[in-house]
Nanobody
């Protein structure tokens, strides 16, 4: 079992910043990749960013590229999402997920069925 606990969400004005954290615990935490997804009201959940534990390789959706940065601290088993220049369109529930499938690349990371564990989500609201 892997447990994922997100934190750091909240209310912020457009143009502001937030940093989300995802603390992972349990077996085989550091052997694959982690990702952040988000689900806006009335929309499907979508990939925001992903990172591999070992090499720290990253992938981003076009919507957040250049504004968001995903990083990890292997010693703390924690993944972060630094969100800058936030827009109202970034509003949603942000979920952390642990990749269960042995694959890599954007298509792999964007496929939700490839993830074995999900956190409970943390809300982010960006006001105008």
């Amino acid at each position: 079992q892997v447990q994922l606990v997100e934190s750091g969400g909240g209310l912020v004005q457009a143009g502001g910043s937030l940093r989300l954290s995802c603390a992972a615990s349990g077996r085989s935490v550091n052997n694959n990749a982690m990702a952040w997804f988000r689900q806006a009201p009335g929309k499907e959940r979508e990939l925001v960013a992903a990172i591999t534990w070992i090499l720290g390789s990253t992938e981003y959706s076009d919507a957040v590229k250049g504004r968001f940065t995903i990083s990890r601290d292997n010693a703390k088993n924690t993944v972060y999402l630094q969100m800058n220049s936030l827009k109202p369109a970034d509003t949603g529930i942000y979920y952390c997920a642990a990749l269960g499938a042995y694959c890599s690349g954007y298509v792999c990371y964007a496929t939700q069925a490839n993830y074995g564990y999900w956190g409970q989500g943390t809300p982010v609201t960006v006001s105008t």
